[in-house]
């Protein structure tokens, strides 16, 4: 199937299982491109998983079984001939917690970029003042970049994950809650970034914070027991809601 | 109802944790110590440079030189780590990485039983196995002439023995790191080997050095298996293949008869005092890496 051009992923007839337990059932999504489509839903609703479906971490979960499609620029990102490694770099992943890497702050965002094949020292440095000073993080570490980046305090962690996603120069961004785990501001932070970086990138973001969705989703989608319920602009989704699910969901009367 | 109240019942259970608390603080000090006076007899009467560095044993006519055994016992040891420790690693990288979890529910039990297996055992294997391979084979194929009773197959024995112990760490190790770290690297383009090289093992660099430094540990100071196919020549080894003998072998081997040459007890206890110094030396040198890697990163 032809991918219009407005829409930069494309997921079709999409389930999973987990043994004889089905995840995510019958999933069909058009994620517009230089858009944030927010996934919304409770908690264990497939939210997570759909999301690694899209740069095959279910790789990584033996016992998964996945069929269907997810379409990304015409190639169905499922099929087993596919170039994982590319792929992956095709997309920024931001999880809910930050993991840095176990090396300095500078080899965070080295690290990525020296996969890409980027080798001499000049270049590399350059990139990643750019990535940092892309995620806002550069005037904190400038005099640091040799330190680990462990000791960062838990919302700079979350910005150099954002500025080594990026530094592999993604098209796709994917974030699986990543304020859950971070205080107001640097949520705050994260969130105003989403908004600008939308214009040069396609954000996923997976949450289960109606605010948050609110503030700067574009799209949405709401799942529910690991099926798509409902899905639409905002405006649709958030103003005008069809389903009793999703009405009771925002109304928070869920049960 | 109670004997005492509720004061006093805490009162004595804490008096009793204090107790058991001080005891086993105090227990590494207290052996340290007996083993210092018992061979005080000896240190007082040889230069201490003397009894480390000295290559003849003869303790009938009062000559004490421990350096064969030590050369042994480092020999023996560092050889064992050497066959054993990127068995273990590798193991350990391939069934928490690579495998499914149902293979690593399979392979626990596997080691445990080798882990459990009495080192007598492992030297009577040692003894109808590995010498005559070594002496009938590995000898002449590297065109020596061996009787098989060697540090080589000291070592061997001694690996075995020490894989099921370090790799119980390591893969506990591996395990507790988490699986969004891996994910992380992943996601970016690295591939699942350039994950494990750059990422997880970087990670578990502490764990591991604290494993290689626990199987170190219990090679210096296994005694039975290493005794029973080291040779117990008291010479220095020129090479792998020739016999040797270990501090704590001779520790073994010679209690029975101690009191029958003067200062051959305290000669004993010195060549323990020595394990035991060895011993915690090893401890300090890993808390000393682990402790500066983790200042460094985390």
């Known amino acids: 199937m032809e991918i219009e051009p407005t829409h930069k992923i494309h997921i079709e007839n999409l389930n999973v299982y987990a043994g004889k337990q089905q995840i995510l059932n019958n999933i069909n999504i058009r994620i517009p491109k230089n858009k944030i489509t927010v996934i919304l839903g409770p908690s264990g609703c497939g939210k997570t998983t759909l999301l690694k479906c899209m740069n095959r971490l279910t790789d990584l979960y033996p016992e998964l079984k996945v069929t269907g499609k997810v379409m990304i620029n015409g190639k169905n990102v499922l099929d087993a001939g596919e170039d994982i490694v590319k792929l992956r770099q095709y997309m920024g992943l931001l999880s809910q917690r930050p993991y840095p890497l176990p090396m300095t702050i500078y080899n965070n965002i080295a690290f990525g970029l020296k996969l890409k094949g980027i080798k001499k020292s000049r270049e590399l440095h350059k990139q990643v003042v750019r990535y940092l000073q892309q995620a806002n993080l550069w005037d904190e570490v400038k005099n640091r970049l040799r330190e680990p980046a462990s000791r960062l305090s838990i919302g700079q962690q979350q910005r150099l994950c954002l500025a080594r996603g990026l530094a592999v120069n993604p098209e796709i961004i994917l974030a699986d809650e990543p304020t859950s785990a971070l205080d107001p501001i640097s949520s705050q932070y994260i969130e105003e970034k989403f908004v600008e970086l939308k214009n040069d990138y396609t954000i996923v973001l997976v949450t289960h914070i109606l605010r948050q969705a609110r503030r700067i989703a574009d799209y949405v989608v709401f799942m529910y027991l690991g099926e798509v319920i409902e899905q639409g602009t905002v405006d649709e989704v958030f103003g005008n809601p069809k389903m009793e699910k999703t009405k009771q969901y925002l109304g928070g009367t869920f049960n | ?298």
């Open chain 2, 1 to 298: 109802m109670y004997l005492l109240n509720r004061s006093q019942r805490h009162k004595v259970n804490y008096t009793w944790m204090i107790i058991s608390l001080l005891l086993v603080a105090s227990l590494p000090f207290l052996l340290f110590l007996g083993l210092y006076l018992k061979s005080f007899l000896l240190i007082h009467d040889y230069h201490l440079g003397d009894l480390l560095f000295s290559k003849v044993w003869k303790p009938g006519s009062g000559k004490f030189g421990f350096y064969p055994f030590i050369v042994g016992s480092i020999w023996v040891t560092l050889l064992a780590m050497l066959i054993s420790a990127p068995i273990c690693l590798l193991t350990a990288i391939y069934v928490t990485q690579y495998t499914r979890k149902r293979f690593l529910r399979i392979m626990h039990p596997a080691i445990d039983i080798l882990a459990g297996i009495p080192s007598v055992v492992y030297g009577v294997w040692g003894i109808l196995v590995i010498v005559p391979f070594i002496s009938k084979f590995v000898g002449p194929l590297f065109g020596v002439e061996t009787l098989g009773y060697s540090i080589l197959a000291a070592a061997l024995v001694l690996s075995v023995m020490i894989i099921p112990f370090i790799l119980n760490i390591l893969i506990e190790v591996f395990r507790t790191i988490p699986m969004e770290l891996k994910e992380a690297s992943l996601s970016l383009g690295a591939t699942q080997w350039q994950t494990v090289k750059s990422v997880l093992v970087k990670k578990a660099l502490p764990g591991i050095i604290a494993a290689f430094g626990f199987g170190l540990a219990r090679a210096f100071g296994e005694t039975m298996a290493v005794l029973m196919v080291v040779g117990n020549v008291v010479r220095l080894p020129k090479s792998v293949f020739d016999p040797g003998y270990t501090l704590p072998a001779l520790i073994a081997n010679n209690y029975g008869e101690m009191l029958s040459i003067p200062k051959y007890e305290s000669a004993l206890m010195f060549a323990a005092l020595i394990l035991l110094a060895v011993s915690l030396f090893f401890n300090l040198v890993m808390h000393f890496f682990i402790d500066r890697y983790n200042k460094f990163a985390s």
